[in-house]
């Protein structure tokens, strides 16, 4: 079963309603879903509300076996739903709104960083992309000016899609070597920040880069040749 992923469209959706389509073991699948699963940044928490005003914790989002489908996994000692039953879907807005904005800050930076991404992570206190890189290149002064200058043009931010023949034409648009984006769908979704950045990216982002505020760079360290780490966090978390 395919969830529909209603963060694809609007990332600023708090609440929604959705219907049980699955109780698992490790969690519950809904029709459609506002909890972003676990891949490349971290998954939502929030809270899953039945009718009679019960509250189901959901600790952690996860990917299931198919194609976007999602598994939204309850914290320890929730009531179970019954399949069909209507829920009130409701995320953990502050921890959300923190990954979007960290995470549109790495796009940003790696347009400050100009060389091959190899890993990253995106947790809502810090984030970090792993660059093979030569270290003496890494200036944590620098990377952290030139970010916020790029942020601070306060530039919107815009969702395209195009189809797995035109991201084949266009291999220099794909940084990540760790992670090729999805194919078979038929496209490809890309986040655009014009003048600045353009890549395949199925994340949640702000709006406007602006929204982001100033970034700092908390360490740059190696992790192995091809894995030089620059990590950063939001100048104001909240
Ligand atoms: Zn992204």
């Not at 676990?38 to 009718?51: I, K």
């Not at 023949?165 to 760790?178: C, G, Y």
């Not at 999805?182 to 602006?210: F, M, W």
Request: with cysteine.
């Amino acid at each position: 079963m395919t969830t529909e992923l209603l963060f694809r469209d609007d990332a600023y959706l708090r609440t929604a309603s959705a219907r049980v389509v699955a109780v698992y073991e490790r969690g519950i699948e809904l029709d459609r879903t506002i909890f972003y699963p676990q891949g490349g940044q971290v998954g939502d928490s929030g809270t899953l509300v039945r009718a009679n005003g019960e509250r189901i914790g959901i600790a952690d989002t996860r990917k299931g076996d198919l194609p976007d489908s999602v598994i939204h996994v309850p914290g320890a000692a929730m009531p179970t739903p019954d399949i069909g039953e209507t829920l009130a879907l409701e995320i953990d807005w502050t921890r959300r709104h923190a990954l979007m904005r960290l995470h549109t800050a790495l796009h940003v930076m790696s347009c400050v960083v100009v060389a091959p991404v190899t890993g990253g992570n995106i947790a809502p206190d810090k984030a970090r992309l792993d660059f093979d890189i030569d270290m003496s290149l890494l200036d944590a002064t620098h990377i952290e000016r030139e970010t916020n200058a790029l942020i601070a043009r306060g530039v919107p931010t815009e969702t395209v899609w195009i189809t797995d023949a035109e991201l084949d034409a266009r291999p220099e648009l794909v940084k990540t070597m760790s992670v090729q984006p999805p194919r078979g769908s038929g496209r490809v979704r890309l986040l655009r920040i014009p003048g600045i950045d353009l890549q395949p990216c199925g994340g949640t982002h702000v709006a406007n880069i602006g929204e982001i505020g100033a970034i700092r760079v908390l360490k740059i360290r190696s992790e192995g040749r091809r894995n030089r780490r620059v990590e950063i966090a939001l100048a104001e978390p909240a």
